[in-house]
Structure formats: structure tokens, C-alpha cells
């Protein structure tokens, strides 16, 4: 069956950095592009960031351009989410997404469980001095 495992997430300072995994099984990972979402408390799913099937086109919400930065390794059925420069709004669970085709769609907003095929459990990432 499909699974998507994120980790990587914790307690990290103001002007810090995680970087966020996620490892996935149970489909053809290199021929799908996958997106990382979050869900902020008390708020809805926002999207972050998408990477295409070969890693070679990115794109990020304007609320974490230049901070995020979101990558892929095949070899390993892996994508990533390097988060330097944290806020305390970028407090939220970290979800890794399964895409419905090579390229995904560039998204800049909210987004429902339903535009995407699959969901990883979530990360916890909390920004706090």
C-alpha cells in the first residue's frame, strides 16, 4: 500500500533551520511530483512548495520563497523541505503529498485533502524562543 512518512520536525528557535524528510513506498516515486502542505493551528491546509518527478522545477508560496527550499532524492524515494530562517508563523504540521501526475500543480493557497492522491501522518514544527 502507498505510504508517506514525514520526520524531521521539532522545537527550533527563530532564525533557525530543520530540515524535513519525507520517505514514500508503494508507488513509482520518480514518475510523480510531490508537494509539501501545512496546517497551521486553528487554520486551514496552506500550500508550501512543490517539486516536479525529476527535481528539476520548484516552486514555493510566496510566504516561504527564499527561506524553503525543497528537493528530491529518487534513489531513495525521498523529497525534502530545508527550512532556514523559521518564524513563529511557520508553526505548523508539515505534510509531504503525493501529486497526480510527473509535474503538480503550483498551487499559492489553500488546498483540500482532495487534491492531492496521498497524505503523509504530518510533522510537528514548532518556532519558539
Known amino acids: 500500500q502507498v505510504q508517506l512518512v514525514e520526520s524531521g520536525g521539532g522545537l527550533v528557535q527563530p532564525g533557525g533551520s530543520l530540515r524535513l524528510s519525507c520517505i514514500v513506498s508503494?508507488?513509482?516515486?520518480?514518475?510523480?511530483?510531490m508537494a509539501w502542505v501545512r496546517q497551521a493551528p486553528g487554520k486551514g491546509l496552506e500550500w508550501v512548495s512543490v517539486?516536479?518527478?525529476?527535481?528539476?522545477?520548484?516552486s514555493y508560496a510566496d510566504s516561504v520563497k527564499g527561506r524553503f527550499t525543497v528537493s528530491r532524492d529518487n534513489a531513495k524515494n525521498t523529497v525534502y523541505l530545508q527550512m532556514n530562517s523559521v518564524q513563529p508563523e511557520d508553526t505548523a504540521v508539515y505534510y509531504c503529498a503525493k501529486e497526480f501526475d510527473d509535474f503538480g500543480v503550483i498551487r499559492g493557497g489553500p488546498v483540500k485533502k482532495d487534491q492531492y492522491d496521498f497524505w503523509g501522518q504530518g510533522t510537528q514544527v514548532t518556532v519558539s524562543s
Open positions: 508503494g508507488f513509482t516515486f520518480k514518475n510523480y511530483a
Open positions: 517539486i516536479s518527478s525529476t527535481g528539476g522545477s520548484t
